[in-house]
């Protein structure tokens, strides 16, 4: 008889055991929401964006990245295939673009809606692609490359003009106004 309660007691606490570990795996591998895979195409560089980084719609967290590839059609593109939350809206007027967090560097994924079509965005061969606009970091890095070069330009033409002949000429100017 004690030892069919030995083995009752074992019985009951490896199913004890058991029942303790799916409660733990339900519980800690959390719930799951119903989401929608898209792809994010781009031709810039998406420096300080990482695998399971966040995806926002207009501030928002809806989602993460998925994974980051290079197109196999076409390697200047750069494909961030993201999924997001069923219930975010996106249309074919919905865009992409890199939003940084702080002075850290750390990227997300900034999704936003101009309204201009507000046809929901389908699908036709593969994943509905999203296009990505420049950041304003990148905006700011080329039009400051710009402004560089056309300020190095004036600089140049200001040497030009200044040169030895046409400080003479405009130092004879000069004493010919204050002798007149």
């Known amino acids: 008889m004690e030892n069919r309660a030995h083995a009752l007691a074992a019985g009951l ?5 058991l029942a303790a570990a799916i409660a733990a795996i339900l519980w800690f591998g959390g719930r799951r929401e119903a989401s929608s895979e898209y792809l994010v195409v781009t031709q810039q560089n998406v420096t300080g964006l990482n695998l399971q980084g966040q995806v926002r719609y207009r501030g928002i967290r809806v989602g993460r990245v998925e994974s980051i590839r ?7 593109d750069i494909l ?3 999924s ?15 939003g940084y967090q702080g002075m850290t560097g750390i990227a997300h994924v900034l999704l936003e809606d101009s309204g201009a079509d507000p046809a929901p965005l389908t699908a036709g ?13 990148q905006e700011l890095s080329e039009s400051g490359g710009a402004t560089l070069r056309q300020a190095q330009q ?7 003009l200044l040169g030895p002949e046409n400080r003479a000429r405009i130092g004879r100017t000069l004493a010919n106004l204050e002798s007149g």
């Open 84 to 98: 997001i939350s069923r219930d975010v809206p996106v249309t074919r007027g919905t865009t992409a673009r890199l």
């Open 80 to 82: 961030i295939r993201i």
């Open 13 to 17: 606490f490896a199913l004890l055991l």
């Open 70 to 76: 290079l197109d196999p059609g076409n390697v200047r």
């Open 125 to 137: 061969s593969g994943l509905p692609r999203i296009p990505m606009q420049p950041s304003l970091l």
């Open 154 to 160: 004036l600089l140049a033409s200001a040497n030009e």
